[in-house]
């Protein structure tokens, strides 16, 4: 019988700032390889709140964003999963919510949130640039963050 699990695959970001688009980047190229009556495929660069209603209703969530790190190497993937984000509840944007808050918020007024999260992270270098190609560095990483989002939802490769 067939797994029933209903599944969210979200690309983050913005598709015209260089490495912060790699997020985007990576779901498209999964829009090819998976089944879309089984999962659901987004693109989006909303966060907080808005985040949380686009999840809302779902099992599962997949998340694919930038990152950047103190000392990160550009292109490392990093799989992260709901309780890393639960670390910290500052918020960037003082109009809005960080990941955690905005999960949390969604499970406190009673909303259908996932219960599994995946969240890869690609560690980028430049987010500021207005281009609509990533790095080299992030580049090379689009391919196996596919491949590891596919081993994540157990679809061979």
Do not use: W
């Amino acid at each position: 019988m067939a797994d029933k699990t209903k599944t969210i695959v979200l690309g983050m970001g913005n598709p015209i700032l260089s490495d912060d688009s790699v997020g985007i980047r990576v779901v498209r190229e999964l829009r090819d390889k998976l089944d879309s009556a089984e999962y659901t495929i987004i693109e989006s660069s909303l966060g907080g709140l808005r985040l949380m209603e686009t999840i809302t209703g779902y099992d599962r969530a997949i998340i694919v964003d930038a990152i950047q790190t103190k000392d990160g190497k550009p292109g490392t993937i990093y799989k992260l999963t709901e309780a890393d984000f639960n670390r910290t509840r500052y918020a960037t944007n003082p109009h809005d919510v960080n990941f955690a808050t905005a999960i949390e918020f969604g499970n406190k007024v009673g909303l259908k949130m996932p219960d599994d999260y995946a969240i890869f992270a690609i560690e980028v270098e430049e987010i500021l640039t207005f281009c609509e190609e990533c790095t080299p560095a992030v580049e090379a990483a689009i391919p196996v963050a596919v491949d590891m989002v596919l081993k994540e939802l157990k679809i061979k490769t």
